[in-house]
T-cell receptor
Framework: DAGITQSPRYKITETGRQVTLMCHQTWSHSYMFWYRQDLGHGLRLIYYSAAADITDKGEVPDGYVVSRSKTENFPLTLESATRSQTSVYFC?????????????FGPGTRLTVL | AQSVTQLDSQVPVFEEAPVELRCNYSSSVSVYLFWYVQYPNQGLQLLLKYLSGSTLVKGINGFEAEFNKSQTSFHLRKPSVHISDTAEYFCAVSDSNYQLIWGAGTKLIIKP
């Protein structure tokens, strides 16, 4: 019963490098989400996906790329990391049948961009 | 567009005292409301939710929340807090596009 996992849990990188954060869920949930959490901002939606090969922008998508070739995986890529992308990143999922949008969260990835 | 306001960024309270964490949302025809809890260095976990029916909702760990449609509020309460309740609490509302709109969070600080 793994649920939703994220890797790595901690990552330090340098400005300009490409970084990919992984998210994997074992529930076969249709929807998956990426959020970033920063002090004073709560959670902000970066991208979401309604199903494999269907993705859409959230509130703060600039500088990020996502893909979803398989239902269970939803990687988030920072193509050229910037210091402003230092944050804690959370992946979440919910089932298609959840009409009220209860989401289940991974443990998070703490990313530091130097 | 929906919005959620958590009026307090931090709430300090003595152990075994009652606590209320406030949440207000912008009005909508119908809403689904949630409280999530985030313990230190962990992900978010659902504490309770209001979908319909009774306005008093009970959640895990002795927490409850009351939906007040006229005041567009969904305040979280616990009659007696413990040191283990130290965490950040997030209020969220589901909008018409089935996205979750989040408040900025309230840190509950338990004083021994």
């Amino acid at each position: 019963d793994a649920g939703i996992t994220q890797s790595p849990r901690y990552k330090i990188t340098e400005t300009g490098r490409q970084v990919t954060l992984m998210c994997h869920q074992t529930w076969s949930h249709s929807y998956m989400f990426w959020y970033r959490q920063d002090l004073g901002h709560g959670l902000r939606l970066i991208y979401y996906s309604a199903a494999a090969d269907i993705t859409d922008k959230g509130e703060v998508p600039d500088g990020y790329v996502v893909s979803r070739s398989k239902t269970e995986n939803f990687p988030l890529t920072l193509e050229s990391a910037t210091r402003s992308q230092t944050s804690v990143y959370f992946c979440a999922s919910r089932s298609l049948g959840s009409s009220y949008n209860e989401q289940f969260f991974g443990p998070g990835t703490r990313l530091t961009v130097l | 567009a929906q919005s959620v306001t958590q009026l307090d960024s931090q709430v300090p309270v003595f152990e075994e005292a009652p606590v209320e964490l406030r949440c207000n949302y912008s009005s909508s025809v119908s809403v689904y409301l949630f409280w999530y809890v985030q313990y230190p260095n962990q992900g978010l976990q659902l504490l309770l939710k209001y979908l319909s029916g009774s306005t008093l909702v009970k959640g895990i760990n002795g927490f409850e929340a009351e939906f007040n449609k006229s005041q567009t509020s969904f305040h979280l309460r616990k009659p007696s807090v413990h040191i283990s309740d130290t965490a950040e609490y997030f209020c969220a509302v589901s909008d018409s596009n089935y996205q979750l709109i989040w408040g900025a969070g309230t840190k509950l600080i338990i004083k021994p």
